[in-house]
């Protein structure tokens, strides 16, 4: 099976280091100097954001999942019951702890 370990490692550290820039950024107020400087601002926010999403999108999760690792997540697909047979949608997983008014959720494809 392929991975994409370091799609999902190159992707966080992207995250960790425009996290780590937001903390120092905020860390002496709105009116700091890290908080007023744009060119910073635009490489450690976006340019990090930019590149996580890049890799992400490049590289998504589900296309690196077995068949058994998706059965067992426990997601799945269901058919919407009523005249038109052919909607599916996506089901919420839940246990048997879930209130009941949670387990008719379900996301529409």
Do not use: C
């Amino acid at each position: 099976m392929l991975t994409n370990t370091p799609a999902f490692t190159l992707a966080t550290f992207f995250i960790l280091v425009r996290s780590l820039f937001r903390v120092a950024e905020l860390a002496h107020g709105f009116s700091g100097k890290l908080a007023n400087d744009q060119v910073t601002f635009m490489i450690l926010e976006g340019g990090m954001m930019i590149l996580a999403s890049g890799l992400l999108t490049a590289f998504p999760p589900g296309q690196f999942m077995s068949r058994a690792e998706w059965k067992n997540s426990g997601w799945g697909y269901k058919k919407n019951a009523g005249a038109n047979t052919s909607n599916t949608s996506l089901e919420k997983p839940w246990s048997d702890t879930t209130p009941e008014s949670e387990r008719a959720h379900t996301v529409p494809m």
